[in-house]
């Protein structure tokens, strides 16, 4: 069972002006001479993390880390007053991609994405299938309203009805029949101390649910207050406006990956993100390896996950 590569620090990073008043963190780890390869975080509105170096070879891997708009260590940050996220939408992150791609003078490189970061891989790849090498992709997420309609409109609750009450605690009686609209109204509302509950409760639903078994340190995590705000306020944000999509855009679109190798990776139990998803982006995109991992949730590092990735990015490496 393979689990991560040894800890590993930055050689380089920075910031990278993309316009709008918008600049995104970025790092790049392992071996300069590498095989290029990019993370890409979930939420959206999530961050990158040292752990994430770890899913690659580091002899082998040119490793880039970013942080999306308004997240993680990129500014402004989602939980700032006032925060504007017009300029804030997945076409807007693959344009930052190809800016970050264009300056660390990469020709192609290997996408890498799980949940919301497989969603912007495939936006990304659909739209510039030339630079993509191959895809590594984990826990499919395409934003279709039958999938946002499961995890946050009451189709999930079925399976954790104590962590639903959590999620519904913030919301008015009467706006409980379109919890993602009464939450968008929450988490913009200007006084904190509505806000701030509201982005604790929703971060919190996301965090009791992706892992098989119950993770507390997870959990703690998705719960502070300023890593809340953020998440919360960009992944509701997107799911208001349906990822900026056709409905089943990417499913539909996925011809355009046709020649590019990839890896389908879903944990049997997702609850976040049911493996239907994973099967009709295989059904559609029969080129890539379909890996169903029998005994997993959601999360990038349970182990039948972890293993299966890391045998694709090894597999990749050349």
Same mark, same amino acid.
């Given at each position: ?76 940050h989602?939980?700032?007053a ?17 800016? &970050?791609?264009? !300056? ?6 290997? #996408? +890498?994405?799980?949940? =919301?970061?497989?969603? @912007? %891989? ?25 999938? &946002?309609?499961? !995890?946050?409109?009451?189709?999930a609750?079925? #399976? +954790?009805?104590?962590? =639903?009450?959590?999620? @519904? %605690? ?8 379109a ?11 200007p ?21 098989l078994?119950?993770?507390p ?31 089943g ?44 991992v029998?005994?997993a ?22």
């Open positions: 069972m393979r689990s991560f590569y040894p800890e590993i620090e930055p050689y380089e990073s920075g910031m990278l002006d993309v316009g709008d008043g918008q600049s995104i963190y970025w790092e790049t780890s392992g071996n300069p001479n590498g095989k290029p390869a990019v993370f890409l975080h979930g939420g959206p509105g999530g961050e990158s993390h040292p752990n994430h170096r770890r899913l690659f070879d580091p002899e082998r891997y040119r490793i880039v880390l970013l942080d999306q708009r308004g997240s993680g260590s990129s500014l402004p989602a939980s700032d006032g925060i504007d996220l017009s300029t804030n939408t997945t076409w807007h992150l693959v344009d930052d991609l190809e800016l &970050l791609r264009q !300056f660390l003078r990469i020709d192609r490189w290997l #996408v +890498f994405g799980g949940s =919301w970061g497989s969603t @912007l %891989a495939l936006a990304y790849a659909e739209t510039h299938p030339g630079h993509v090498t191959e895809l590594v992709l984990r826990g499919i997420f395409t934003l279709r309203k039958s999938e &946002l309609d499961w !995890f946050y409109e009451g189709g609750e079925s #399976v +954790f009805p104590d962590a =639903w009450e959590g999620f @519904l %605690a913030p919301v008015p009686i009467d706006e409980r029949n919890l993602i609209q009464a939450y968008h109204r929450l988490l913009n509302d006084d904190p101390a509505v806000h701030g509950p509201a982005a604790v409760a929703w971060s919190v639903w996301e965090a009791s649910t992706i892992t078994l119950p993770r340190d997870v959990v703690s995590t998705f719960a502070d207050p300023h890593y809340a705000l953020a998440f919360a306020r960009i992944e509701n944000h997107y799911f208001v406006n349906r990822g900026f999509f056709d409905d855009q990417l499913i539909r679109d996925a011809s355009a990956l046709v020649d590019i190798p990839g890896a389908i990776i879903q944990g049997r139990y997702d609850i976040c993100t049911p493996a239907v998803t994973a099967w009709d982006l295989h059904r559609a995109w029969p080129e890539a390896e379909f890996v169903m029998p005994d949730g959601h999360a990038f590092d349970e182990p039948g996950i972890l293993d299966a990735l890391i045998e694709a990015t090894d597999r990749f490496a050349g």
